[in-house]
């Protein structure tokens, strides 16, 4: 990864999506990236088995699985004690728009949201924001994961009490 021209094709993705319909739009998408290592996972607990075993870059992760939300796996990768990689990049699927519904994947930890119909350019931008555009990550009692802010507000001036917790 790094600044500079991507190389998406060097990566390793691990698509959570119960909908084989869905992973198949996924790897047409994804190979017009000239990404071929995709490894395919229906509910949360096969892509936690796989993230257990294998070196995955970034996790594409559907908000409707079977057996947990996508918010509650993304949870686990980030909070959970044996988690194997609680800083892997994490972009989060999902039809529902709602902020009560994108508010949940943004305090579960999530990197970057993106709404279906899934369109190529905002899969290869959010692809883009977790390889060279990452942001910092923060640790407080109840949050662990990227920073919420996308921007400093220019007009607080208070202290910045994050500044120590960023890891």
């Known amino acids: ?24 739009i996924w790897m047409s998408i994804l190979k017009g990236f000239n990404i071929t290592s995709v490894i395919e996972a229906e509910c949360a607990a096969q892509a936690l088995e ?23 796996l993304i949870g686990l990768v980030r909070r959970s004690e044996d988690s194997s990689d609680p800083l892997l990049p994490m972009i989060a699927c999902t039809a529902d728009t709602r902020k009560s519904v994108v508010y949940s994947l943004i305090n579960a930890g999530v990197d970057e949201v993106l709404t279906k119909p899934v369109a190529p ?4 931008q959010r692809l883009q924001a977790v390889t060279t555009k990452r942001r910092d990550f923060i640790r407080t009692p109840d949050y662990f994961g990227p920073d919420r802010r996308r921007a400093k507000d220019p007009r607080y001036k208070g202290p910045d009490r994050r500044e120590s917790h960023f890891i």
Do not use: Y
């Open 50 to 72: 796989i993230l257990k075993d294998k070196s995955i870059d970034i996790a594409i992760i559907d908000l409707i699985l079977p057996d947990l939300t996508g918010a509650e």
């Open 1 to 24: 990864m790094g600044s500079g021209r991507l190389h998406l094709n060097r990566l390793n993705i691990l698509l959570v999506d119960d909908h084989q319909n869905m992973r198949r």
């Open 121 to 124: 350019l905002a899969a290869w």
